[in-house]
T-cell receptor
Framework: SQQGEEDPQALSIQEGENATMNCSYKTSINNLQWYRQNSGRGLVHLILIRSNEREKHSGRLRVTLDTSKKSSSLLITASRAADTASYFCATDAHGANSKLTFGKGITLSVRP | KAGVTQTPRYLIKTRGQQVTLSCSPISGHRSVSWYQQTPGQGLQFLFEYFSETQRNKGNFPGRFSGRQFSNSRSEMNVSTLELGDSALYLC???????????FGQGTRLTVV
């Protein structure tokens, strides 16, 4: 079953704009991770935020985590055409022993 | 360091046959997980191995099995293939608990 639920399901923006993607989950977690996937290829890890962290930055990426609301958001600033991909959130639940549970993903299209 | 390597990249099999997929994790990573990705169900966890032991198993029928060797390389086997087994099978390795996962490019299995 899907633990993470991303929102929106699809997002289309102009190059240079910011993209915000949201993820909600159901159980207690050790960490939450965001991944990118290009055209049915392997997933690329973007950023990991632990349950005791509230915000994390990596280059143009900013992720927040609100464990009280069981939600996270991923912000990509100054988007580029190369950011066009599917984005997934994944949760590492307590006691889940390295089992990542993924949402269904968000399709981001960045128009040049 | 070499990334996660999956072989073969593409495979076409007939219903009723069996198939074996291979995954070589990043050197030093002892945790290897397998995921099935389909358009309808998204990314579903199959199983996870650590030091040759299956630590976690997803909700898949017994036709899906796996193993891990002493060098951490892993194989998964699907017997009596069904059309619904057509999917992208992804392998991921992790350096430890509460860390990011590194994915291979996947094996695209088509069952005809």
């Amino acid at each position: 079953s899907q633990q993470g639920e991303e929102d929106p399901q699809a997002l289309s923006i102009q190059e240079g704009e910011n993209a915000t993607m949201n993820c909600s989950y159901k159980t207690s977690i050790n960490n939450l991770q965001w991944y990118r996937q290009n055209s049915g290829r392997g997933l690329v890890h973007l950023i990991l935020i632990r349950s005791n962290e509230r915000e994390k930055h990596s280059g143009r990426l900013r992720v927040t985590l609100d464990t009280s609301k069981k939600s996270s958001s991923l912000l990509i600033t100054a988007s580029r055409a190369a950011d066009t991909a599917s984005y997934f959130c994944a949760t590492d639940a307590h006691g889940a022993n390295s089992k990542l549970t993924f949402g269904k993903g968000i399709t981001l299209s960045v128009r040049p | 360091k070499a990334g996660v390597t999956q072989t073969p990249r593409y495979l076409i099999k007939t219903r009723g046959q069996q198939v074996t997929l291979s995954c070589s994790p990043i050197s030093g990573h002892r945790s290897v997980s397998w995921y099935q990705q389909t358009p309808g169900q998204g990314l579903q966890f199959l199983f996870e191995y650590f030091s040759e032991t299956q630590r976690n198993k997803g909700n898949f029928p017994g036709r899906f099995s796996g193993r891990q060797f002493s060098n951490s390389r892993s194989e998964m086997n699907v017997s009596t293939l069904e059309l619904g087994d057509s999917a992208l099978y992804l392998c991921a390795s992790r350096p430890g608990f509460n860390t990011e996962a590194f994915f291979g490019q996947g094996t695209r299995l088509t069952v005809v």
